[in-house]
């Protein structure tokens, strides 16, 4: 009986630089795609167009809004973060901040307590 899964596992292993090299070729053709599939994936997830992403990159100077590091310096693009309880978009964060606050679960005071517990331990 064919198997699809197990035939592109061993593909895969077969071939492991096709997609870098395919992608490393066509890098301009997939370029231009790019807004396009931003723009979708804004506005179904947050709510707002890729110029709107752009404008606030821009009024945040193509910074964190929580720890200020220049977009940059990061590998990633700025996320979007917004309330999963309105769902309202509060700012642009770089990767750690935004993993940060959801590792804390946007909850005030575990942050409240996470910073008296760095300034209790500062030795």
Known sequence: MYDHKRYQEEWRRAHPNYHKEHYRKNKDK????RPRQ???ILIKNYGITFEEYKELLNEQNDCCKICGKHQSKFKR???VDHCHKTHKVRGLLCHHCNYALGHFFENVS???QAIRY???SVV
């Open 118 to 120: 760095i300034k209790e």
């Open 30 to 33: 997939y370029k231009k795609y």
């Open 110 to 112: 575990i942050l409240e």
């Open 77 to 79: 693009s700025l996320a």
């Open 38 to 40: 931003w723009n979708r």
